[in-house]
């Protein structure tokens, strides 16, 4: 059986000429040639055949892709010896100048592929979003990281780039911020513990103020660094999760306002919302919630899979930078449970 093999498309000649010479010797099946790391799954495929020229093609992005049981080749302008130390700080198989000829490329790819790598293991990856209006997206993500952190290894990471409120919410400084945590990882492919703070044992990345703009790829390096070092990633999405592409989380949880202004501002999402099957949070319930719980599952289509009711004490903490009322994580328990128990049901058996 051919091997399954991917490139990524660049304006250098090196990439067609191998996809060209790979369809005329049948040597290996040339299946995607990725325009964006979107347009690459990397699960089924055999090989990454990647050039350093191109942006988005990192040293955290390659560790992801050889995590996933892919080999990968790197192919770097000849004579540019950071795109080389690139490739080969991300763990790529071989790594080669682009002065190399199309038939000693396309031979070490057959080689490469040959021998079946054994796929490491990534972090699960859950987002928390929620419409507009500050439904407790922050205070949520806590929670769930934080539940998630007593089973496994777990960190949180503020991702809401139009209001970043985790350092507020744990009266930490600003500084350092997802901005820096994303530049570390850029230029040494993994995470600087320095860019990293403690809430109460949790491990936190906190948000940047002032909106400041984040290229989408630094952020996604950040969550594949980070899958590569915890068991779980949670990350706080702000209002925008549909837009923060190429991050795809496995489990998207979606925070409502039980009030009526929050409820409608839910359905507005849902009306155009093409993610995951989101698992629900109906949030601040009044002290009765069937008529709430009614009008969410008309409004989205959704049924809860929790209900948080409205406590003094669950919002004196969130506004205080006290650490997340019991009765918070008491709610949230179905919760966490139905995610480490999805996560246990597809791991790999053990020997």
């Known amino acids: 059986m051919r091997p399954r093999v991917a490139t990524v498309l660049t304006a250098r000649p090196w990439e067609a000429n191998l996809v060209e010479a790979a369809r005329a010797t049948a040597f290996v099946r040339v299946v995607t040639r990725a325009y964006s790391s979107a347009d690459l799954d990397p699960y089924g495929l055999d090989a990454v055949v990647a050039g350093a020229e191109t942006s988005w093609v990192s040293p955290a992005q390659i560790a992801a892709w050889k995590r996933s049981g892919c080999r990968v080749l790197g192919v770097f302008p000849s004579g540019d010896e950071p795109a080389r130390r690139l490739l080969a700080m991300g763990g790529a198989d071989e790594v080669l100048p682009d002065s190399t000829s199309t038939a000693d490329l396309l031979a070490s790819l057959r080689l ?34 934080t539940g998630l952190a007593q089973r496994e290894s777990c960190l949180l990471i503020d991702l809401d780039l139009s209001g970043p409120s985790l350092s507020l919410r744990l009266g930490l400084s600003p500084e350092p911020s997802v901005v820096d945590a994303a530049a570390a990882v850029r230029s040494t492919g993994h995470i600087s513990e320095r860019t990293i703070r403690r809430a109460g044992g949790l491990p936190v990345v906190t948000g940047a103020f002032g909106r400041r703009p984040v290229p989408a790829p630094l952020l996604s390096d950040l969550v594949l660094a980070a899958q590569a070092d915890y068991a779980w990633v949670v990350f706080d999405a702000g209002p925008t999760y549909g837009s923060m592409e190429p991050i795809a989380a496995e489990h998207v949880v979606f925070v409502c306002d039980a009030s009526p202004t929050g409820i409608v501002r839910a359905a507005e999402v849902f009306h155009a919302w093409t993610g995951p099957r989101p698992q629900l949070v109906l ?49 949230l328990l179905p919760l966490i449970e139905l995610l480490a128990g999805e996560a246990n049901a597809t791991a790999p058996p053990t020997e």
């Open 112 to 145: 490469l592929t040959m021998a079946t790598p054994q796929p490491g293991v990534g972090g699960r990856l859950v987002g928390v979003t929620g419409a507009h209006g500050a439904p407790g997206r922050t205070e949520i993500a806590l929670a769930v990281a």
């Open 283 to 331: 949030n601040r319930a009044p002290d009765r919630p069937a008529d709430s719980t009614a009008a969410v599952r008309r409004a989205t289509g959704l049924d809860p899979i929790v209900v948080v009711p409205y406590d003094k004490r669950i919002r004196r903490a969130a506004v205080s930078g006290q650490p997340i009322s019991p009765g918070l994580g008491l709610a």
